[in-house]
């Protein structure tokens, strides 16, 4: 089974301060994506990365930048982090090819920011 | 711009019936549309895909269509129970071509009663 990780499932945070969330997949997935989940607007992606080194601005990446620097880790920085980043924070991991259709996300952090 | 809409309404029905979930889609035509289970606190699962070719898919008590002249696809739970109770996500490819890259719908809430 695939699996997908997350550092923290539930963060409180300054704003202000940097905020780090990591992401840890087991399954040698080539592409990595964050998004974040607020009531009534979905799941909306931050940035995705197609490969080691390699990303692209979602639709919301306003804030926010990424680090992958090895394959199974994607990790998500708020630079200064503000209360409108209160949100659930989810990663996802999908392979290439046909089968890269399907995302396999992980348990989600909860951050507030205060 | 591509836009998902989903019912944001809960939908709650009575154990055993079949359980019926929209999801339209407007000014772009994807390549296949998934649907996943999301429980509270928790990442989404895959259910299924079905591809634009296709009309229909089923899977178990699941079966899904995917009407590209309309911009529709419905998901349907036939003999549901309390345990299908979720929030049910659309998630059509974003684009028309394989990019490995979903829109997601804001969900629609179901409650199945004992």
């Known amino acids: ?114 | 711009s591509q836009k998902i809409e989903q019912n944001s309404e809960a939908l709650n029905i009575q154990e055993g019936k079949t359980a019926t979930l929209t999801c339209n889609y407007t000014n772009y035509s994807p390549a296949y549309l998934q649907w996943y289970r999301q429980d509270p606190g928790r990442g989404p699962v895959f259910l299924l895909l079905i591809r634009e070719n296709e009309k229909e898919k089923r899977k178990e008590r699941l079966k899904v269509t995917f009407d590209t002249t309309l911009k529709q696809s419905l998901f349907h739970i036939t003999a549901s129970q309390p345990a299908d109770s979720a929030t049910y996500l659309c998630a059509p490819s974003a684009g028309s071509s394989n990019t490995g890259k979903l829109i997601f719908g804001q969900g629609t809430t179901l409650q199945v009663k004992p």
């Open chain 1, 1 to 114: 089974d695939v699996k997908v990780t997350q550092s923290s499932r539930y963060l409180v945070k300054r704003t202000g301060e940097k905020v780090f969330l990591e992401c840890v997949q087991d399954m040698d997935h080539e592409n990595m994506f964050w998004y974040r989940q607020d009531p009534g607007l979905g799941l909306r992606l931050i940035y995705f990365s197609y490969d080691v080194k390699m990303k692209e601005k979602g639709d919301i990446p306003e804030g926010y930048s990424v680090s992958r620097e090895k394959k199974e880790r994607f990790s998500l920085i708020l630079e200064s982090a503000s209360t409108n980043q209160t949100s659930m924070y989810l990663c996802a991991s999908s392979t290439t090819g046909r089968a890269q259709e399907t995302q396999y996300f992980g348990p989600g952090t909860r951050l507030l920011v205060l």
